[in-house]
């Protein structure tokens, strides 16, 4: 029978959840497990392997963009400062996380005000 009666709830739209491009990657993995072990004024460098970086036309970009997207979700933006340090052999830039001491915290929000 190709027309049925249904329920009108069983028709309204969800929205489809996107997978991230980089959230089964080794690196996002990694960078996920490091967060809650970090301590303040400590840092990571993230570079990214060629198969996570064949995932974006701007893998650093994309990865910085999709990390600081997860710390604003997580209530985690004022403790971590990201920014880029330099290239490695491929071109790609190096991702740094670092942990802000309270010191530090306390200044980038006088700033912000």
Known sequence: MPVTLVDA?????????????????PEWKEVLSYLPKM??????KIELSPETAARSKAPSHAFMRQ?????LEQ?????????FRGKDARGNRFICLEKLTTQQRAS???QSS
């Open 108 to 110: 980038t929000a006088g």
């Open 9 to 25: 709830y069983a028709l309204r739209r969800t929205r489809a959840r996107k997978e991230s491009r980089f959230g089964s990657t």
């Open 75 to 83: 209530g985690l933006q004022d403790e971590y400062k990201l920014f």
């Open 39 to 44: 301590k303040p004024a400590q840092g990571l």
């Open 67 to 71: 990390l600081r997207k997860y710390l």
